[in-house]
């Protein structure tokens, strides 16, 4: 199910840390390579400066395995950039420790 659209890199950090697995977010409508960069973008500086620090949200959640990030083509330079959370490590388990080596 998706869930309202992100306005700022906090929001975007509050649902990630408020998503259930399996949740989708859309953080950005359109072609986030050229609307990000000021030269070639049509958005206000303001609105650039955004969404180039939601991205950088989105990247680093996709960095630290919170969520996978994936775009949906809607049209020619048209895209649906999401963010899908990803299940949380269960953090009274360990993690898999490698067997002793034989020639050790």
């Known amino acids: 199910m998706m ?3 992100i306005r700022d890199d ?3 950090f509050a649902w990630v840390s408020l998503a259930p697995p ?20 049509k958005l206000p500086a303001s609105q650039q ?8 949200a989105a990247w680093r959640a ?3 395995n919170l969520v996978h990030l994936v775009q949906e083509r809607l049209g020619p ?3 649906d ?8 490590p269960d953090p009274n388990t360990s993690p898999t420790t490698r067997p002793p080596r034989a020639d050790a």
């Open 49 to 56: 400066r955004s969404l180039r620090m939601i991205a950088s």
């Open 62 to 64: 996709s960095e630290q």
């Open 77 to 79: 330079d048209l895209f």
């Open 10 to 12: 906090i929001g975007f």
């Open 81 to 88: 950039y999401r963010a899908i959370a990803r299940p949380r």
């Open 3 to 5: 869930q309202p659209d």
């Open 22 to 41: 399996g949740a989708a977010v859309s953080y950005h409508r359109g072609f986030l390579a050229v609307d990000a960069v000021s030269l070639v973008s």
